[in-house]
């Protein structure tokens, strides 16, 4: 049996068998913590297993009950704005954070933490490979439970480095100058972000507005509005013009996922292709027609580049190999982490050093802000296709890049031109979806883990997939038929797509990465035996019945 991660060139696999335990990178004690109150959501326990506690040094159990009484985020009083919400961080520099795991999915002997990336301005649950005596190895979903947060970072540029510790100068919110400037939490922002006006307007929910075009008495006005984004591409001002130029309730939904992804604009379309190729046309039409991109990818964001449907040129390499790729008409270089349907991981901070002055775009599908945000560690542009997790619930087509606004302006004058627009309905249903993003995201996680955890030590699977930085989706080889283990499905849905509430299984090589050459497809990894699992929010113990039934005997 072997779990792990799949990887080409800096993808390295990662497996851990019996009597192993994975040596993490070096760890080093951040000089900023963050504090929070303990989320309530991440101190769940499985009701298979019980919990198990680290204990504090009493040193660090007294700094604790000082920040909690003295500095908590409610409570506390600032010099700045900057900092509402930090703690005394000279009081902090050389401690060690209080651990404990939220989720214990075994009561392992020893464990190695790779990362500790939790912090109230993300989340990112790790993945801790476990042994004990006995034969197969196991999982341990950590995350932080305590008031210093994000307190540990990787020495080296391994693929476990995520992000830099929240600093203050991004998330930030006014409305209408009523407010103080201050850093607000993931979760705070993905249920307010994009709605700050609404109470001011005498409004609770955000509306929808349906129309197509807009009455105006100054046309003279509207010429001047007109030239000025034709000019540049930068968001009219005033009151909208018409539907195809931008609607209110889709620049409510591209606001919030900016916020979310840590970029200054976002800008939506009507499908996660239609958002990629506004990409390609905008670096097309400076010249910069090559792109260089990493297997795995989504099979139609493969077959679109291969096929250089939209007159762009592709190189297909490894990590280690993008530096020797970028050409003189290189416009873009493209990748997934974790990829789509291996679940392999890049080091995004290492690619994006490698592209040199390139945009690197990274498609974010996968691991959603909650997760990861990849703008923090270089990306220029961030791809989501919104079906997915953003809306989360099956009803919903659209697709969203999170950039600069510079960048912003090519794509919405592409969009503008090309008719890729996202309809208001859909903006409002993604809004509405980011709401409960990251309670979906961590719920459907510790569900995944568990999964994968008792797949492993499952003899009738060959390999499980898992990324570090946890998730919801899974990846695994059967030793069987996988189209048998398809049709036995009886609660999970066998069905293309991720994201939503309900689990979903599927066959890459006949489905999702059908249209990607037979050899380029293995050699990705992308076996015949491979199985993409996203998992909903179901109860655990009904999903493995329904798994364990469909694996026959």
């Not at 049996?1 to 009597?19: K, L, N, S």
């Not at 913590?33 to 298979?48: I, K, T």
């Not at 919400?85 to 989720?103: F, Q, T, W, Y």
């Not at 197969?136 to 540029?157: I, N």
């Amino acid at each position: 049996m072997q779990i792990g991660h799949v990887r080409d060139g800096d993808q390295d696999e990662v497996v851990v068998g019996p009597g192993e335990v994975e040596d993490g990178p070096g760890l080093r004690q951040r000089p900023d913590p963050l504090h929070e109150r303990p989320d309530q959501l991440a101190a769940m326990r499985s009701d298979l297993h019980g919990q198990q506690g680290f204990q504090a040094p009493p040193e660090l159990r007294r700094i604790e009950a000082q920040l909690m009484a003295e500095n908590h985020p409610r409570t506390a009083q600032p010099r700045h704005p900057v900092q509402a919400g930090r703690g005394r961080d000279s009081d902090l520099r050389g401690e060690i954070a209080v651990r404990r795991p939220c989720v214990v999915l075994e009561q392992p002997q020893q464990m190695k933490i790779h990362r500790i990336e939790y912090d109230r301005f993300g989340h990112g649950p790790n993945v801790t490979r476990s042994v004990r005596p006995g034969s197969r190895p196991v999982f341990s979903l950590l995350c932080m439970e305590s008031v210093v947060h994000d307190a540990y970072e990787a020495q080296d540029g391994s693929c476990d480095a995520q992000g830099d510790s929240y600093d203050g100068r991004d998330d930030l919110y006014d409305v209408q100058g009523t407010r103080a400037l201050v850093p607000r939490a993931l979760a705070t922002e993905a249920v307010h972000a994009g709605r700050e006006d609404l109470a001011r307007l005498g409004l609770h929910a955000a509306p929808i507005d349906l129309s197509t075009t807009y009455p105006s008495y100054d046309s003279r006005g509207e010429a001047a509005r007109i030239d000025a984004f034709a000019a540049d591409g930068a968001e009219p001002e005033g009151p909208p013009v018409y539907g195809r130029l931008g609607n209110p309730t889709v620049a409510r939904f591209e606001t919030a996922l900016a916020r979310l992804e840590g970029t200054e604009s976002a800008v939506a379309f009507a499908s996660g292709m239609a958002a990629l190729s506004a990409v390609l046309l905008v670096r097309n039409a400076l010249g910069l027609r090559h792109v260089v991109a990493v297997r795995p990818l989504y099979g139609c964001s493969d077959h679109l580049l291969t096929a250089g449907l939209l007159g762009s040129e592709v190189t297909w390499v490894d990590p280690a190999g993008i530096a020797d790729a970028l050409r003189p008409d290189t416009g873009l270089v493209m990748v997934e982490s974790p990829a789509n349907p291996t679940l392999a991981e890049l080091d995004l901070r290492a690619v994006a050093h490698a592209c040199g002055s390139v945009p690197l775009l990274a498609d974010n599908t996968f691991a959603t802000p909650v997760l990861q945000r990849p703008a923090e560690q270089g990306a220029r542009l961030v791809l989501h296709s919104a079906t997915k997790y953003l809306g989360g619930h099956g009803d919903v087509m659209a697709g969203v890049v999170a950039c600069d606004e510079e960048f912003a302006r090519g794509l919405r004058q592409v969009r503008f031109a090309t008719g890729g627009v996202l309809h208001p309905l859909a903006g409002y249903l993604l809004l509405r979806g980011l709401s409960t993003l990251p309670v979906r995201v961590r719920a459907a996680s510790a569900n995944a883990a568990e999964l994968a955890r008792r797949l492993a030590a499952d003899p009738r699977v060959d390999r499980v997939h898992y990324p570090r930085i946890g998730g919801a989706m899974i990846a695994f080889e059967v030793h069987g038929d996988p189209h048998e283990v398809i049709a036995g499905v009886r609660l999970i849905t066998p069905a293309v797509s991720l994201g939503s509430v309900d689990s979903l299984i599927q066959h890459p090589a006949s489905i999702s990465h059908r249209i990607v050459a037979a050899d380029d497809r293995r050699e990705s990894g992308v076996g015949d035996r491979l199985l993409r699992l996203s998992v909903g929010l179901e109860d655990v113990e009904d999903l493995w019945t329904d798994l364990d039934a469909a694996l026959g005997r």
